[in-house]
């Protein structure tokens, strides 16, 4: 079964942080993702990564960063934490494969104060 | 890519089966229909995905018309389990890799 794990299930920081949260997988899967989700928005993708040090910009990428530098992991970096950034973070993964589905994490509930 | 239209919600009762359809007129030839659950406070979890006709697992069937504009999620015999939100997404296949737009979904309450 596949596991897409995320660091922290909560996490409270402080406006001008710099916030990295974590996503491993354990399938070597090449295709990795970084959505959030909000209130009547549904989730929303914010970076994406195709293989090891490549990577792609999803819909809202502004205020985020990405790094991937093992193919089992993909980090997402706020640069600079604002309370705008208050969510819930998503990581998924997939085979390279095209039509294969998306598995996600449980997510990292991330409160900027 | 293709934007999927959902119902905001649904209500059904335990034993009943369940019907979502998704809208998504707009859909590339390349491109599969992919449903997930979500429960509170957790990630999305596939249920089921196809290209055309009709696909059937353990949990959910799909059923695509010839025309691919819109898809239905039918859950048969629901229980208080299933309730939970359930996205429809298109994406596409030839592109490097599958870049999915998720709508807002449809919440789903299954009362007893």
């Known amino acids: 079964d596949v596991k897409v794990t995320q660091s922290s299930r909560y996490l409270v920081k402080r406006t001008g942080e710099k916030v990295f949260l974590e996503c491993v997988q354990d399938?070597?899967?090449?295709?990795m993702f970084w959505y959030r989700q909000d209130p009547g928005l549904g989730l929303r993708l914010i970076y994406f990564?195709?293989?090891?040090?490549?990577?792609e910009k999803g819909d809202i990428p502004e205020g985020y960063s990405v790094s991937r530098e093992k193919k089992e992991r993909f980090s997402l970096i706020l640069e600079s934490a604002s309370t705008n950034q208050t969510s819930m973070y998503l990581c998924?993964?997939?085979?390279?494969?095209?039509?294969?589905?998306?598995?996600f994490g449980d997510g990292t509930r991330l409160s900027i104060l | 890519l293709a934007k999927t239209t959902q119902p905001i919600s649904m209500d059904s009762y335990e034993g009943q089966e369940v019907n979502i359809t998704c809208s998504h007129n707009n859909i590339a030839t390349n491109d599969y229909i992919t449903w997930y659950q979500q429960f509170p406070s957790q990630g999305p979890r596939f249920i089921i995905q196809?290209?055309?006709t009709k696909v059937t697992n353990e949990v959910a069937s799909l059923f695509i018309p010839a025309d691919r504009k819109s898809s239905t999620l039918s859950l048969p015999r629901v229980s208080l389990s299933d309730t939970a939100v359930y996205y429809c997404l298109v994406g596409g296949v030839n592109t490097g890799f599958q870049k999915l737009v998720f709508g807002t979904g449809t919440r789903l309450l299954v009362s007893p």
């Open positions: 399938m070597d899967h090449e295709n």
């Open positions: 990564s195709y293989d090891v040090k490549m990577k």
């Open positions: 196809g290209y055309k």
């Open positions: 998924a993964s997939r085979p390279g494969d095209n039509n294969q589905p998306q598995h």
